[in-house]
C-alpha cells in the first residue's frame, strides 16, 4: 500500500511535527496539524509557516492548521502525535476524550514518560488497549526533512500493516521509511540518544578532542543497547538508523539541542541559561534523570549516563565528570554488562 492521499492528523506543531506535516502534505495527503497554544496556531493559519521554527518553508496547499482538536481529528484516520515527552500521556487523554477507540495511532516524540519512566508504547497501550500502535524514529533534524533533504527513517509497530501504511505516507523522492517490529529497540534507541549527546557536547566544548568524542559515542552505544536488551529490544535494531544513526547525528552535529546543551554547560553557563538559549525542548535533561534509574532498576551499568546525570543534577563540574570516565578501570570490550 502507497498510503498516498490519506487524512492525516498532526498533533503537535512544533519543529519536528510541522517538518512532518510539510513532509506528509507534499506527499499529496491531505494534513491537519494542531497545537495548544491557539495564538501561535491562528499565527500559523495567516503566514502559512512557522516562522517561529521553520521559517521560509511555506505550507503546501493540503497542510490546514486548526485551531481545535477536535475539529483537527474529524474525519481522519491516521492520527501522529509528535510533541514533547513530558506532554505525552496528556495529549493522549485528550485524544481519548474525543476517540476512546481509533483504528490506529502513532507518533514522533522520543523520550520516557516522565515520573513513571514508561516507554511511550506502555502509556499509549493503557490508555488505547485495543487500538494499534506505531513510533517514528531515526537521524532527523527537523530543518533538513522541511527542506527537502535526503534523510531515512524507522516506522517501528508489531502491526506490519501499520507499519507499511505509514512508511508509505512519509516515503518520497527524499525521505525513505523502513520498517519494523521492535518498538521497543526503537523508543528505547530515540531517547537515551540524547543523554549521549549531552556527553558529546560537553566533551568538545571542553577541547577533548574527536578521539573523545568518537569514544563517547561508541560506548554511549554500547549502553544503549545493554539497556535496551533489558527492556526485550532486539539488538539489530540499535545497529540501524534509530540506534547508531540517531546516536551519531545527535552528538556530532550542532542543529542536536542536547549537543548545544553539552556545549553551553562545558562554557560555563547554567541549565536555565542553555534553555533560554536553545528556545526549544532539551529531552536530554529529563532523559538523563530518568534512564539513570531505570537503569538502577534493571541492574544495567550505564556510566556515561551517570555521569550526565551527576552533571545536570548534582553539580558535578563537566571536565571531571569526562575525566571519571576515562578513568575506569580497564576492561573486556564486550562484556556484556561492562561499558
Request: hydrophobic letters at 40%.
Amino acid at each position: 500500500m502507497n498510503g498516498k492521499s490519506e487524512s492525516i492528523a498532526v498533533i503537535g506543531a512544533g519543529s519536528w511535527g510541522t517538518a512532518l506535516g510539510i513532509l506528509l502534505a507534499r506527499h499529496g495527503n491531505r494534513v491537519r496539524i494542531w497545537g495548544h497554544e491557539t495564538e501561535a496556531m491562528r499565527q500559523l493559519q495567516a503566514e502559512r509557516e512557522n516562522r517561529h521554527y521553520l521559517p521560509g518553508i511555506p505550507f503546501p496547499d493540503t497542510l490546514e492548521p486548526m485551531l481545535g482538536l477536535a475539529e483537527t481529528l474529524d474525519g481522519t484516520r491516521e492520527i501522529l502525535i509528535v510533541v514533547p515527552s513530558h506532554a505525552f500521556t496528556s495529549v493522549l487523554e485528550q485524544i481519548h476524550r474525543l476517540n476512546p477507540e481509533p483504528a490506529s495511532l502513532s507518533w514522533a516524540t522520543k523520550g520516557l514518560e516522565p515520573g513513571r519512566r514508561r516507554l511511550l508504547h506502555e502509556a499509549a497501550s493503557e490508555v488505547f488497549p485495543n487500538t494499534s500502535l506505531a513510533v517514528v524514529s531515526g537521524p532527523t533534524f527537523a530543518m533538513e526533512v522541511a527542506r527537502g533533504l535526503p534523510t531515512a527513517v524507522t516506522v517501528a509497530s508489531p502491526d506490519p500493516e501499520h507499519a507499511g501504511r505509514l512508511a508509505g505516507y512519509l516515503h518520497g523522492d527524499t525521505f525513505r521509511a523502513y520498517t519494523a517490529s521492535d518498538i521497543t529497540g526503537v523508543e528505547v534507541g530515540g531517547a537515551a540518544k540524547n543523554v549521549m549527546a549531552i556527553a558529546a557536547g560537553i566533551s568538545d566544548g571542553l577541547g577533548f578532542g574527536a578521539n573523545a568524542r568518537a569514544a563517547l559515542i561508541t560506548r554511549g552505544l554500547a549502553e544503549i543497547t545493554r539497556l535496551g536488551l533489558a527492556l526485550g529490544g532486539e539488538h539489530d535494531t540499535f545497529m540501524g538508523l534509530a540506534g547508531l544513526g540517531d546516536l551519531v547525528l545527535t552528538c556530532t552535529d550542532n542543529q542536536s539541542r542536547n549537543r548545544r546543551m553539552g556545549l553551553a554547560l562545558a562554557e560555563g553557563h547554567s541549565i536555565q541559561e542553555a534553555r533560554e538559549a536553545i528556545g526549544q525542548e532539551v529531552e536530554g535533561l529529563a532523559a538523563a534523570r530518568d534512564f539513570r534509574l531505570k537503569a538502577d532498576e534493571l541492574g544495567v551499568e550505564m556510566p556515561i549516563t551517570q555521569a550526565v546525570f551527576k552533571v545536570l543534577y548534582e553539580g558535578l563540574e563537566p571536565g571531571a565528570a569526562v575525566k571519571s570516565l576515562l578513568a575506569r578501570d580497564p576492561r573486556e570490550e564486550q562484556e556484556s554488562r561492562s561499558a
